[in-house]
């Protein structure tokens, strides 16, 4: 296996936990989790009561306003979600039929197709963070949707790299 599909699949395997992370909340959604780590450390009998109820309602809140990849409903992102699981599948079967010991193939194959998934993704990505799900003005970006341009980066980067050098290495077997 090559360094490129190393980072690829390094690359994947990160895309894959931040796709679970949140990407997107609401101006409501981040007030309530303010809320609820101020009420995070109730002190007092009675008084830990109603911090404990206005801290369950405050997560409740807050969970249902904040969206992850998974979770967001748009048509856009359900292609957004396809494109990035493509990305993923090819980067993890370049890196593991490359490791199994199979020989490079002349053209793209699932390393050339992980690298250009992989760019579509990042594209999109960097979409839906200027184009923001819902009113722009009540619509926040959250962490994972900036992890996953660095994670499809990576997988961009290393597959393009390991193409570069799979490409080299069928030219310098035809060669006499």
Do not use: C
């Amino acid at each position: 296996m090559r360094l490129g599909h190393a980072i690829a699949l390094v690359g994947a395997m990160a895309l894959l936990l931040v796709m679970a992370m949140d990407w997107y909340s609401s101006a409501q959604g981040d007030e309530a989790r303010r809320i609820e780590s101020i009420t995070d450390n109730p002190s007092g009998a009675e008084a830990g009561e109603v911090d404990r109820r206005l801290n369950e309602e405050a997560r409740f809140v807050a969970e249902g306003e904040e969206k992850n990849a998974w979770q967001a409903d748009r048509l856009i992102d359900r292609i957004l979600l396809v494109v990035l699981l493509a990305a993923i599948v090819l980067a993890v079967l370049a890196a593991v039929t490359r490791a199994a010991g199979a020989k490079p193939t002349k053209g793209l194959g699932p390393t050339g197709l992980a690298a250009l998934f992989a760019t579509a993704g990042a594209v999109l990505v960097a979409y839906r963070i200027i184009q923001e799900p819902g009113l722009d003005d009540a619509t926040n970006v959250k962490a994972g949707a900036l992890l996953a341009l660095i994670a499809l980066a990576m997988i961009a980067l290393g597959s393009a790299y390991a193409l570069r050098a799979d490409d080299k290495e069928v030219a310098d077997a035809g060669a006499p």
